[in-house]
């Protein structure tokens, strides 16, 4: 299966503790979105990450949130010391080339729970 | 900012009906597209509309883009219980790499 992989499915943090999701793109993709959608919501952008390089973050909070794409491995979202707040479904993306007019593939997403 | 409206926000219908759902914006959007989100899992792409005026068929689903580029409708045929989900649409953001989603419209298709 080639398509964008995301894990873990679900996760369950307590108040300030951490959350890692894990982002593997479609093969061939170099270029990472990461959405997250409340209840009965639309996906809101966060961030767009290349190989190594933050594109776009212009749509994650400034504080407790980071996301990176290294060189090898899978993009990572982050969230330090959460809140019940952040409690959502986190979708990842990904796209052949880059700007967001290159049709986007998604993953099954990851529904953090936060205690 | 842009943004896009989709109405109606829930529908529930009989199985064998037509419906027709709305995705309005007072911006323009270079495309569009339409997503399918089933629960517990993530958007799956339906169609991508370019040109104003385009009409885009699958299946029995008809995907029309206005001719301003503002607007799209998706209407759907004789409904079928696995149509059932969340439709979502979403354009490009001028000037940015992300999309923008419109908040979904919840079909229920009754057997």
């Known amino acids: 299966n080639a398509g964008v992989m995301q894990n873990p499915r679900h996760l369950v943090r307590r108040r300030g503790q951490e959350a890692r999701l894990r982002c593997s793109p479609m093969?061939?993709?170099?270029?990472v979105y990461w959405y997250r959608q409340l209840p009965e919501e639309g996906l809101k952008f966060m961030v767009y990450?290349?190989?190594?390089?933050?594109?776009?973050e212009s749509g994650m909070p400034k504080e407790r949130f980071s996301a990176e794409f290294p060189k090898e491995g899978p993009s990572i979202l982050r969230i330090q010391q959460v809140v019940r707040g952040d409690s959502a479904a986190y979708f990842c993306?990904?796209?052949?080339?880059?700007?967001?007019?290159?049709?986007?593939?998604f993953g099954p997403g990851t529904r953090l729970t936060v205690l | 900012t842009q943004l896009l409206e989709q109405s109606p926000q829930f529908l529930s219908i009989q199985e064998g009906e037509n419906l027709t759902v709305y995705c309005n914006s007072s911006?323009?959007?270079?495309?569009l597209q339409w997503y399918r989100q089933e629960p517990g899992e993530g958007p799956v792409l339906l169609v991508t509309?370019?040109?104003?005026?385009e009409v885009k068929k699958l299946k029995r689903l008809t995907f029309q883009f206005g001719d301003a580029r503002k607007d799209s409708s998706l209407h759907i045929t004789a409904a079928q219980p696995g149509d059932t989900g969340l439709y979502l649409c979403?354009?490009?953001?001028?000037?940015?790499?992300?999309?923008?989603f419109g908040q979904g419209t919840r079909l229920t298709i009754n057997p």
């Open positions: 093969k061939g993709h170099s270029h």
């Open positions: 993306a990904s796209s052949s080339t880059g700007g967001a007019g290159n049709e986007q593939f």
């Open positions: 979403a354009g490009p953001s001028r000037g940015a790499q992300k999309l923008v």
């Open positions: 990450l290349q190989k190594e390089n933050i594109i776009d």
């Open positions: 911006s323009v959007f270079s495309s």
């Open positions: 509309v370019v040109t104003g005026g």
